[in-house]
């Protein structure tokens, strides 16, 4: 079972990133992929960044834009046969009680300093881990997460960099 | 709007539920109450529904014309650098 990072599922999704094939590739092979919460996330930031996009696909849909945004983020992951997962569970923490998993990950992983974007899969990933989901690599386009590479292997997972530094978001 | 016979079992409370509602005169029959009260919930259920057919235009889009309903281009380019 793999966590796949959000710049694989967009570049595949893009004919003019030098990438596209690498993660389509990676995307038909076999296996397991598995999406969460900080993928939505960025999918709904980048497809809302996308004015022209967004107002075309709702027009046709004749849908809000709001709806429209929700139905492409949903297809997205439907098209790409990708399964959508949730860390479910929670850790209790001194004074703040109950704190869903991820983010009780997130904050011990903060010191990394690897930004939030970054920090936000690789705490999701961790969780999900430990919540007893198979995840045995963690692929993404980004070099960025070399930073994280010990942290995912902690856990069991090998971080997996599909391609060369072009299509790293910058940052 | 036609109509079809379906039969249905139920939770003892939700039927307890529809009994009371007929019974205080709000509904003629169970018939008219669970009519009701499936409307209602699926009147709560209109967003989503909105978004599944949003979902399934996307899905006979691609079917018709053998390519992605959208591309996402430079998206890379436009994740959050933070």
């Not at chain 1, 990133?17 to 960025?42: I, M, Q, W, Y």
């Not at chain 1, 983020?73 to 991820?102: E, F, M, N, Q």
């Not at chain 2, 539920?17 to 005169?25: F, H, I, K, T």
Request: hydrophobic share 45%.
């Amino acid at each position: 079972m793999s966590y796949v990072e959000t710049s694989v599922i967009v570049a595949a999704l893009d004919p003019s990133n030098p990438l596209r094939e690498a993660a389509t590739r990676f995307l038909e092979s076999e296996g397991v992929k598995l999406v969460s919460d900080p993928v939505l996330l960025d999918l709904a930031y980048t497809v809302s960044g996308d004015d022209e996009l967004l107002s075309g696909i709702a027009e046709r849909l004749g849908l809000s834009r709001g709806d429209a945004a929700a139905s492409m983020i949903i297809y997205v992951v439907k098209r790409l046969g990708l399964i959508y997962r949730s860390a479910r569970g929670s850790v209790r923490l001194p004074l703040l009680g109950d704190t869903p998993r991820p983010i009780a990950e997130a904050l011990v992983l903060a010191a990394q300093r690897l930004g939030y974007r970054r920090l936000l899969h690789v705490a999701y990933a961790r969780a999900l881990r430990e919540e007893g989901n198979p995840i045995y690599r963690f692929v993404t386009l980004d070099q960025g997460f070399e930073d994280a590479r010990e942290l995912l292997r902690d856990t069991g997972i090998e971080l997996v960099v599909l391609g060369g530094s072009s299509a790293s978001p910058p940052g | 709007m036609g109509k079809k016979l379906v039969t249905l079992k139920m939770d003892s409370e939700v039927l307890d539920l529809v009994d009371s509602l007929v019974g205080l005169g709000l509904f003629s029959s169970r018939s008219e109450a669970v009519k009701w009260l499936i409307r209602a919930g699926a009147a709560g259920l209109e967003p989503l529904a909105r978004v599944a057919r949003g979902v399934n235009k996307l899905l006979e889009l691609e079917r018709s014309t053998g390519s992605p309903a959208f591309w996402l281009r430079g998206g890379v380019e436009r994740l959050p650098s933070c």
